[in-house]
């Protein structure tokens, strides 16, 4: 009994190896899909149109715009008249470059370190806990 089911488990086997050999044997066609014709240049249409088009558009504007005869334009000239004083003063020597200026004196606003009332006193504190380092760095 166990030699029948043997037999059978190998023709079974056997059957599907043999189905699998005989596409292989069969000489396999291949389909040559015909050859298109290949354009010359695609873009060259593509420039005609554009040409085309661009020709019709002046035509247009050529038609659709009589001849206007334009006014002469005065062109008034406005003569700018500039005080010595303004913008900067001129260097009148190569030395004068590497001196300083006694006029260009800065004025620094006055800042206060401490802070005047409670509110500013409690941003302080909450800006530092933020801006410094963190406790495990300190």
């Known amino acids: 009994m166990e030699s029948i089911i043997v037999i059978i488990i190998m023709a079974i086997i056997s ?5 699998k050999k005989k596409p292989e044997q069969k000489p396999v066609k291949q389909t040559q899909q015909p050859m298109k014709p290949v354009k010359d ?3 060259k249409d593509l420039g ?3 040409k085309d088009f661009m020709d019709e558009q ?3 504007l050529d038609r659709k715009s009589p001849e206007v005869k334009k006014a002469p334009v005065l062109v008034e000239k ?3 008249e500039v005080m010595r ?3 900067k003063p001129r ?3 190569r030395l004068s470059v590497h001196q300083e ?3 260009q004196k800065v004025s620094r606003p006055d800042i206060n370190i401490i802070p005047n009332s409670k509110d500013d006193l409690v941003k302080a504190i909450v800006f530092s806990e933020i801006l410094a380092p963190p406790k495990s760095r300190r």
């Not at 059957?15 to 189905?19: A, D, F, M, P």
């Open 15 to 19: 059957s599907l190896v043999g189905k």
């Open 41 to 43: 240049n695609p873009f």
């Open 48 to 50: 005609d149109f554009a």
């Open 58 to 60: 002046k035509k247009q």
């Open 78 to 80: 406005v003569e700018r």
């Open 85 to 87: 004083n303004q913008g």
């Open 91 to 93: 260097s009148t020597g």
């Open 101 to 103: 200026n006694k006029e």
